[in-house]
């Protein structure tokens, strides 16, 4: 058959179903772009030969032949050198060059008249490529793929061998995004490298875009090999796709073929419905020449004003979205910039969706394509970030050009990118003092705007710069900004500042000389912990943050930093390992997790995250709700209050009740405030707030912590009843200690690591000494005390270090309670935690979120206590990490005013005879005293 023969284009589309990989015990062997598939393809993953180039003499001396010596190593590709998958793993001091090589035959599947192509996913930064001795591309750029024929390279029949020359100079002037200065850089091969066979004549590439009114795609298909006139026929597999047949004149190398879709099934991210289409070429015979397998979701994005709201919305469909994402940098442990495998990269996107988000602004780098297609297969938003130069000149223009072509070529047929970002904090563009007086270099950032715009034929959002600095510039399709503030006050006047400034004709976000419109506003980076905030709790500032973001009916979306941990940053919703962070939000409202704060719909009180109140003091609570989703009932608001007293026993505060309430769509309604009565005791708890549907299931959920704290110390000996009297003492007021390694010591928090103890020496007053007291209920806060031993990146010490409370990584400790010299119980305590649930901590400001449990036990005195203290001996008791415990985790002893509960370690005494009405002793003073011989 000849290939240059007229030949007619053909497009069947069906509902999505299941790509079948490539079944082959390779790393990463499933097909690497899922929007293109081909049905004869082999994948060149594996263990290549490898050595490095340090002096740049591979080149002179012919490395690139087939057999020649000193590949000494081996390297797995497609993971880049830096990583622990290549077995390479070498990340200081690497070389910038390195030379990949190994042998393959061409499949015997693969059609004999065909052309081969060698296709590499991505190179870091620079690729030459030999087969068999012959050169068959150069390509400049660490984020897009490229390809070569090497049909005339090659022999079918027996060994052939590629060799790949990888420099990564990590230039400032080349876009290298996080690599430099940030964290573990990438170089060489970091994705997959592939055949694929392909007629002379075929399908070079296609566009897709969707259309709803009415519903249609839209397909640009460019052919290379061949020449026409052409003639493109359409036809459906199931009637779903109606097109009419079209020409296209000699000569052309293009066509576009309009496909109308009957009972049209939107994308979106709660139905993120796809149609299957097979793109075929036939000559004038009907006899197919080339086919290939994509997909495409039927939906639009676009900005504008929504029922006459005088601010612009995010609009999906046609109707208002709001933004729920977190920034998504896409590093791994073991891979950096490479996932592991096709799972992990899945995983993460289902860990997107089960937070609640329904997006993700995956943060200055083109990810692998498959990461991309789970997100149209999952259904999460996507806003793209283009990679970063660190410097500006005309050389690094020219790269950050070439490379976005190329990305927005690759990645412009996926429904999930909603958006394209240009530049990231003004990154690359100069100072920030600078640029925004740099006239040339915004001018360059405006035309780079529209650029991205006409080469993704308008169809998403494009955003010159998501600034930290307030540096827009005109042409943007988004007014978004930063922030990262461990404030509740400072963080609520903010917020409120940048809402109240952006109006139209304001220049507020802006570089000097550009006036604000209406753009949509969004938050695009925020956190309470910043990239450099250390390992610690991010519980208690996502949900203060997240919930003043939600009150204001103005901004249209956010960014959460970020979804998962990295490297040294420890801001993410998971650990780096993607191992489940605990919250701690349970504590408080049963099965409550991150999702319930990250929904459409939205309960949110305008109160910092803790309210400390007087003892029986009225408490109003100015309350609201967000309403972004499609429901359409009736709605209550259900509401208790309850927590914990001085003794660690629950209290219900305030009973259930349910109110109904008015909401809006796309909008926020402020509610009637709740009025609460404070207890009139020591009090740690919640107010909590649900959403219920008519059938009373729970939607939405949120909690403001109420802490309630005496107006003066409890005493620290009381007479409860006749028979009960209870002695507190202050962690840090122990007569003895000694530890293998002394930590702090405060008043409300006393702390020892590895083995040890400390000892309290009790003086108990002769009035209960006299009343024959039989037992000694004990009660304390206490958790282990680690070093740095749940640090995830332990390389990198930051003062403000106290990681989160980590399932997968706890550190145990086994604590021996003594009384006078004997042991009367061994506890595990199962953890040093830091999470929503240590409130007074959070309050304090000091080891934030950190807390402990409820230990408490009893101890039956015996004849020969109750002689020494009627002789006014005091009771010893020694908290011990005993040498021979199965856990030598260290002990926090905590205090009433930090970690979870308000609760000084006590000792409740329990006597056969009454106790007098006056102990005769002060109350105030302290019970424990120095130590005795």
């Not at 990564?168 to 290298?176: C, Q, R, V």
């Not at 096709?342 to 937070?355: G, N, T």
């Not at 304001?506 to 250390?534: D, H, K, M």
């Not at 109750?866 to 856990?887: K, S």
């Amino acid at each position: 058959m000849k290939r240059s023969m007229p030949f007619a284009l053909v497009l069947f589309v069906v509902a999505r179903g299941n790509l079948v990989a490539a079944d082959a015990p390779l790393p990463r062997p499933e097909h690497p772009r899922p929007d293109a598939v081909r049905a004869h393809w082999a994948n060149l993953n594996g263990a290549w030969e490898f050595r490095f180039d340090p002096n740049d003499e591979g080149t002179a001396q012919g490395w690139e032949k087939p057999g020649a010596p000193g590949f000494d190593r081996s390297i797995v590709v497609p993971f880049p050198w830096q990583s622990e998958l290549s077995g390479i793993h070498q990340v200081k001091d690497a070389p910038k060059i390195g030379w990949y090589r190994r042998k393959f035959r061409v499949s015997s599947d693969f059609p004999s008249g065909d052309h081969v192509w060698l296709r590499f996913e991505a190179v870091d930064w620079r690729a030459d490529v030999w087969v068999n001795g012959r050169k068959v591309a150069e390509h400049e750029g660490g984020y897009s793929p490229f390809a070569a024929d090497v049909t005339d390279a090659i022999d079918r029949s027996g060994d052939n061998t590629v060799v790949v020359r990888a420099l990564d100079p990590t230039d400032p002037e080349l876009p290298t995004g996080k690599q430099v200065g940030w964290y573990t850089p990438t170089s060489g091969v970091w994705q997959t490298v592939w055949l694929e066979s392909r007629p002379k004549t075929h399908i070079a590439g296609f566009r897709i875009t969707p259309k709803l009114d009415p519903a249609q795609a839209v397909f640009d298909v460019e052919v290379a090999g061949g020449q026409g006139p052409f003639e493109v026929v359409v036809s459906g597999r199931n009637r779903t796709v109606k097109a009419n047949p079209g020409a296209v004149g000699a000569g052309h190398a293009s066509c576009q073929i309009v496909c109308a879709i009957d009972q049209p099934q939107l994308w979106t991210p709660e139905s993120p419905n796809l149609y299957d289409a097979t793109i075929e070429l036939k000559d004038h015979a009907g006899a197919v020449i080339d086919s290939v397998d994509t997909y495409f979701g039927l939906r639009t994005i676009r900005r504008g004003v929504y029922e006459g709201a005088p601010y612009e919305r995010i609009l999906l469909n046609g109707k208002p979205i709001y933004l729920r994402a977190a920034l998504d940098q896409s590093f791994n442990p073991r891979g950096i910039y490479t996932a592991p495998d096709d799972d992990f990269l899945k995983r993460d996107l289902i860990i997107a969706k089960e937070m609640g988000l329904n997006g993700l602004r995956i943060h200055i780098k083109p990810d692998e394509p498959r990461r991309l297609y789970w997100a149209d297969k999952i259904g999460l938003l996507i806003l793209e970030d283009m990679p970063n130069t660190w410097r500006q000149s005309p050389r690094a223009r020219s790269a950050w050009e070439k490379t976005m072509r190329e990305v927005v070529a690759r990645d412009r047929n996926h429904p999930a990118i909603i958006a394209w970002v240009a530049f990231n904090e003004t990154w690359g563009l100069g100072r920030p003092e600078d640029y925004k007086k740099d006239k040339d270099t915004q001018s360059w950032v405006a035309r780079m705007v529209d650029l991205i715009r006409a080469l993704d034929g308008r169809e998403r959002l494009v955003e010159d710069n998501s600034p930290c600095n307030y540096d827009h510039v005109a042409g943007s399709d988004l007014n978004s900004w930063h922030f990262y503030i461990d404030n509740h006050d400072q963080a609520r006047r903010h917020i409120a500042d940048v809402v109240a400034r952006t109006q139209p004709g304001g220049e507020f976000n802006y570089c000097p000389g550009v006036r604000q419109t209406n753009l949509p506003l969004i938050n695009s980076e925020y956190g309470a912990v910043s990239a450099g905030g250390g390992d610690r709790d991010i519980s208690w500032g996502l949900r203060d943050l997240t919930t003043q973001l939600r009150r204001h009916a103005k901004i249209q979306g956010f960014v959460y930093t970020e979804l998962a941990d990295i490297e040294w940053e420890h801001n993410g919703l998971v650990n780096y390992d993607r191992t489940p962070k605990a919250f701690g939000y349970d504590a408080w409202l049963p099965d409550m997790r991150p999702n319930e704060l990250m929904g459409a719909d939205f309960i949110g009180y305008d109160a910092p995250p803790a309210i400390v109140a007087k003892p029986g003091e009225k408490v109003k609570i100015p309350l609201f709700v967000s309403h972004f989703s499609d429901r359409a009932h009736p709605v209550k608001l259900r509401y208790w209050v309850s927590g914990y007293d001085s003794r660690a026993d629950i209290r219900m505060v305030v009973q259930p009740k349910s109110i109904p309430i008015t909401w809006k769509a796309y909008d926020v309604v402020e509610l009637e405030p709740l009025e609460i009565v404070a207890p009139r005791y020591p009090f740690v708890g919640a107010v909590l707030i649900t959403l219920r549907d008519p059938e009373n299931r729970r939607f939405a959920a949120n909690f403001v912590n109420l802490v309630v704290k005496p107006e003066k110390p409890l005493p620290r000996v009381e007479r409860r009843n006749d028979h009960d009297a209870v002695v507190r003492f202050a962690p840090g007021e122990f007569s003895r200690s000694s530890w293998n390694e002394a930590g702090k010591t405060r008043p409300d928090k006393a702390y020892g690591y590895g083995t040890g103890f400390f000892e309290y020496r009790i003086q108990i007053p002769a009035a209960v000494a006299k009343a024959h007291p039989e037992t000694i209920y004990y009660l304390l806060e206490a958790s282990s005390k680690a070093k740095r031993e749940r640090v995830d990146w332990p390389e990198r010490v930051n003062r403000q270090d106290y990681p989160q409370t980590d399932l997968a990584r706890t550190w145990p400790s086994t604590l021996a309670v003594m009384a006078n010299g004997r042991e009367v119980d061994r506890i595990n305590l199962p953890d040093d935690p830091a999470d929503a649930r240590g409130v007074l901590s959070h309050l304090r400001g000091i080891d934030p979120g950190s807390h402990g449990e409820l230990v408490d036990g009893m101890v039956k005195l015996t004849d020969q206590d109750r002689a020494a203290l009627e002789a006014g001996e005091p009771l010893v008791l020694r908290l011990r990490i005993p040498a021979d415990a199965e856990h030598k985790g260290g002990l926090c002893v905590y205090g009433a005013d930090s970690g979870e509960l308000p609760l000084d370690p006590s000792l409740e005494f329990h006597t056969r005879d009454p106790l007098p009405a006056d102990l005769g002793v002060d109350p105030a003073l302290p019970a424990t005293r120095p130590s005795g011989p």
